[in-house]
């Protein structure tokens, strides 16, 4: 039995017969030639102030060479390593539980977490670093006991328990406490309330809610920002040097003030916090593609779009 076409059969047909005898279309990448002359530009002055930095006497490359890699500057290097993670192992855990008082309804505990935060955010980190390692001219002797009474467990000298590791430690977590407790609440604070109420009318607990339905869902929002506080923790280690801390600036300031090789030594500091924050980089970026799976569009590189590539690509596909 011949079916009789209808009108949107006929019209689709002739659409069709249309767009077959119209002619392709070329599709031209669109072109950036000031992107190439602002490259050339940035590349020639790099190029410059490389060559001056290379054949400048007064940089001494032996002596830079010599103590890249020595013994001293490896150990520093060690100590700097596990200052800025033990600092941010208690920076992250403290931050998070601040951050959680901070938005408690407890007055009480909102209260402490605003005092916490104003007090180590309101004050200089080398403050903090200073007042730590000079705690025995505050307290000579530390005691534990009962309050008020004369019982006492156990005592001690101040200097002996409260080492320049131990007070770096401290005055860097401390303060990163602070850094990261409102990281975390403006993480906390973008996720729907909907969320919430939706998990607790499951009966679910407002801990279980926190952990499996907030926290994941912030991640998105606090891993950039926390990600960026490694590397300035990183580098702020460098300030513990005020107090002897045994890290990569505090052995290497010990040797130059010893042979006045100043400039070679603070090259040496300069390429390996070069060097260790570019490595701390590479987890940052993996986490964020991690937590922003389905909000984070792909974009493409710095050389792809300095080259056009993606934009090529897209005419081929097209």
């Known amino acids: 039995m011949n079916e009789t076409p209808t009108r949107d059969d006929t019209s689709r047909s002739e659409q069709q017969a249309r767009s077959s005898a119209r002619p392709a279309l070329t599709v031209r990448p669109l072109r950036h030639p000031w992107r190439w002359v602002c490259a050339l530009v940035v590349l020639t002055v790099a190029a410059a102030m490389l060559s001056s930095l290379l054949r400048n006497p007064n940089v001494n490359w032996p002596v830079v060479r010599d103590y890249l890699f020595a013994p001293v500057t490896l150990d520093g290097v060690v100590v700097t390593l596990y200052l800025t993670a033990l600092a941010m192992v208690i920076g992250i855990v403290g931050g998070t539980a601040v951050a959680i008082m901070r938005l408690s309804t407890n007055p009480v505990l909102s209260g402490l977490a605003r005092a916490f935060i104003w007090f180590f955010r309101g004050t200089p980190v080398l403050v903090q670093i200073i007042f730590w390692g000079y705690l025995g001219a505050l307290y000579p002797t530390l005691q534990l006991g009962i309050p008020f009474t004369d019982v006492v467990f156990l005592e001690g000298r101040t200097s002996d328990i409260i080492t320049p590791f131990l007070a770096a430690t401290l005055a860097l977590g401390l303060n990163e406490v602070a850094y990261a ?18 998990a607790l009318s499951l009966a679910m607990t407002p801990a ?7 926290l994941p869902q912030a991640m998105r929002v606090i891993i950039p920002p926390m990600g960026n506080e490694v590397i300035t923790m990183l580098k702020t280690t460098a300030l513990v040097s005020v107090i002897a ?22 090259v040496v500091a300069a390429l390996w916090y070069l060097a260790l924050t570019t490595l701390l980089s590479l987890p940052q970026a993996w986490l964020e593609r991690r937590f922003g799976r389905g909000h984070l569009a792909a974009s493409p590189s710095m050389w792809s779009r300095l080259l056009g590539l993606r934009a090529r690509r897209t005419a081929k596909e097209a």
């Open 181 to 198: 407790a409102e990281i975390v609440r403006g993480g906390i604070s973008s996720v729907e309330r909907g969320q919430t109420e939706a």
């Open 208 to 214: 279980a809610t926190m952990r499996r339905v907030v």
């Open 245 to 266: 801390g045994q890290d990569l600036m505090t052995n290497l300031q010990r040797i130059y003030s010893q042979n006045y090789q100043v400039i070679p030594l603070l």
